[in-house]
């Protein structure tokens, strides 16, 4: 199989889904000062296209490891 470059239409529609998604998971958590919500509904689900959308246009978005000592290199302890 030939690995074919992606055609221009299918990125913009992967990015607009992207920006789509963006969009409506900001308003879900964003209460301006009157105290009502813009929109009110549970953002799992558009999270889940959120975070499809970044896969497939080759985003990764990864917690970074903490690392609060790194003793790969001490030889402490050791006889």
Do not use: H, R
């Amino acid at each position: 199989m030939e690995d074919q470059e992606p055609s221009k239409v299918e990125t913009i529609v992967k990015v607009c889904v992207l920006l789509w998604s963006a969009t409506l998971l900001s308003l879900s958590y964003y209460e301006p000062p009157s105290g009502k919500k813009l929109v009110d509904f549970d953002p799992t689900f558009i999270a889940s296209i959120f975070s499809a959308s970044t896969a497939s246009l080759g985003f990764s978005i990864k917690k970074k490891k903490d690392t609060i000592v790194d003793n790969k290199n001490s030889k402490v302890g050791t006889k």
